[in-house]
T-cell receptor, first 117, second 113 residues
């Protein structure tokens, strides 16, 4: 089974520029998450999709961050304009939505390390 | 609102010693709890998943326990090796929030040869 794919792996941009990250979840997984992980901290949920609908985006800075999930499969996360404090690793994860608890295991991609200078 | 805490934030032990990592959570209405490993600059690798109905889960030198009523989980790593040096994160899957994963801050482990 292929894992969660993310690209790019690394990105360096100047402040006020825009950037986009892409995620392809495991086939058939209804739930897709985007997390932001600042150095030395645990991941913080930015947005959670169930198929192509948003379940939770309460911690997404909507003035600069946007995300979409096309046809309930791939997803993109965009930052425009970027700030210095957006420097972090952006992690994408997916999980199934079957009723048995064990099937709710989350699988993570390798992440995208963003540096804003 | 679910809050997850991991103590200690950092841990240094000599090789061969057993590791004990703690995770506590405030809302016991969970589907499961996962332990992850994260190497510097890398993504998250799932180590163990404990369902809410289980009390422990084992994989090789790793053993994780879950006491849902007290909101605690412990990850034991037996006979630690330098290769176990990494950050360990726990995350709970919350029933109230429909599959939402909430993470602790992690424990950074260093195993000295």
């Amino acid at each position: 089974e292929a894992g969660v794919a993310q690209s790019p792996r690394y990105k360096i941009i100047e402040k006020r520029q825009s950037v986009a990250f892409w995620c392809n979840p495991i086939s058939g997984h209804a739930t897709l998450y985007w997390y932001q992980q600042i150095l030395g901290q645990g991941p913080k949920l930015l947005i959670q999709f169930q198929n192509n609908g948003v379940v939770d985006d309460s911690q997404l800075p909507k003035d600069r961050f946007s995300a979409e999930r096309l046809k309930g499969v791939d997803s993109t996360l965009k930052i425009q304009p970027a700030k210095l404090e957006d420097s972090a690793v952006y992690l994408c994860a997916s999980s199934s939505l079957l009723r048995t608890a064990s099937r709710r295991e989350a699988f993570f991609g390798q992440g995208t390390r963003l540096t804003v200078v | 609102k679910q809050e997850v805490t991991q103590i200690p934030a950092a841990l240094s032990v000599p090789e061969g010693e057993n590791l004990v990592l703690n995770c506590s959570f405030t809302d016991s209405a969970i589907y499961n709890l996962q332990w992850f490993r994260q190497d510097p600059g890398k993504g998250l690798t799932s180590l163990l998943l404990i369902q809410s109905s289980q009390r422990e889960q084992t994989s090789g030198r790793l053993n994780a326990s879950l006491d849902k009523s007290s909101g605690r989980s412990t990850l034991y790593i037996a006979a630690s090796q330098p290769g176990d040096s990494a950050t360990y994160l726990c995350a709970v899957n919350n029933k109230a929030a429909g599959n939402k994963l909430t993470f602790g801050g992690g424990t950074r482990v260093l195993v000295k040869p």
